[in-house]
C-alpha cells in the first residue's frame, strides 16, 4: 500500500467480531491493515444479503466499482490501483464482546443532545453551548450524565445557580446515560452508513469510537 487519500484513510469502519456482534469503531487504514494482514474479511451487504471478501478480492471488485459505481464509495488511491473503503470488516479470530462504557466527555453530551439547548429547544454550534448541572452543584448536584445537559449561553445565564423548577424553565427531554455511543447513532442517519444498522442493536450492544 502506498499513497492515500487522508479523507479516506480517516472514514469509519464498523469492526464485528467472528459472530457478526459489533464491537468497535475504526478508522479505514486500520480497518485495511486488518484486511491486508488476514485478519480480517470485508462484509458488504449488497441486495439484502452479506457478502465476504477478502482483500485480493476486494480489490478486483474495486477495479469494477471503479468503472461504474464510482460516487457510490471513497476512494483511496494506491500506485498501481484504487480501492474502496469498506464499511464494515469482520475479525475472524475474535469473538468477544466490549466491556466499555460510553465516555463521559462533552463531545458525547453534545451529541447525545444533538447540539440542540434543552431548555429553549434551539441546536446551535458547539462553541455556542455550554454544559449546565439540572441540579446545581451548590445544591449537591452531581456531573454525570443524569444531571448535564447543553445549554444556549442565554438559557445559562437565565436559569443561574437554581433548578429549572427555581427558573421556572422546563427540559425539552430528560437526560440519560447513552446505551451506546451518540456518535454512532448520528451517522446511522447517514445513508453512507447505512448497512451498519442490522448490525448495531442498542440493546446489546456498545459500540465506541477509536482511531
Known amino acids: 500500500m502506498t499513497t492515500m487519500s487522508y479523507s479516506a484513510l480517516d472514514s469509519h469502519v464498523l469492526v464485528l467480531n467472528k459472530h457478526y ?19 480480517a474479511e470485508i462484509v458488504a451487504v449488497e441486495n439484502d444479503a452479506w457478502q465476504s471478501y477478502d482483500f485480493e478480492s476486494w480489490r478486483e471488485i474495486s477495479e469494477f466499482r471503479s468503472q461504474y459505481e464510482r460516487d457510490r464509495h471513497e476512494w483511496i488511491r494506491c500506485v498501481r490501483f484504487d480501492i474502496a473503503v469498506p464499511r464494515i470488516v469482520r ?56 444531571n448535564i445537559v447543553c445549554c ?12 429549572p423548577q427555581e427558573a421556572h424553565m422546563k427540559l425539552i427531554a430528560a437526560p440519560v446515560r447513552p446505551k451506546r455511543s451518540p456518535l454512532i447513532t448520528l451517522r446511522l442517519t447517514s445513508e453512507k452508513y447505512a448497512s451498519w444498522r442490522q448490525f448495531l442493536d442498542a440493546a446489546y450492544w456498545n459500540v465506541e469510537l477509536r482511531d
Open 152 to 163: 444556549c449561553v442565554t438559557c445559562n445565564v437565565r436559569k443561574g445557580g437554581r433548578t
Open 21 to 39: 456482534a459489533a464491537v468497535r469503531v475504526v478508522a479505514a487504514r486500520r480497518a485495511l491493515t486488518m484486511l491486508y494482514r488476514q485478519i
Open 91 to 146: 475479525l475472524l479470530f475474535y469473538d468477544r464482546l466490549p466491556k466499555r462504557p460510553v465516555k463521559f466527555n462533552r463531545r458525547n453530551i453534545f451529541a447525545r443532545d444533538h447540539n440542540r439547548c434543552q431548555y429553549c429547544g434551539r441546536k446551535f454550534v458547539s462553541s455556542e453551548l455550554s454544559l449546565d448541572h439540572i441540579i446545581p452543584r451548590s445544591q449537591g448536584g452531581r456531573t454525570d450524565w443524569d
